[in-house]
């Protein structure tokens, strides 16, 4: 339901697209996110920073287009 109100929320607001780091890609690939490669995404992740990224955390980033 969150997910349901932030992209309407978003697309009344004129979002045109949500980008996330995931630890669980496969919940938003079920609700129409999309991997692509972390070069291709904005640089404003800070987990790409961690100290656990690529080791203990290995999330996907992903992108909604609205």
Known sequence: IMLDKLVEYAKE???KKLWLVARAPDFFKNYG???VNRENAPNVFGCFNCEQYGNE???EVMVFNL
Request: hydrophobic share 45%; net charge positive; charged share 10%.
């Open 33 to 35: 996110f999309n991997i």
């Open 13 to 15: 607001i004129g979002v």
């Open 57 to 59: 955390c290995k999330p």
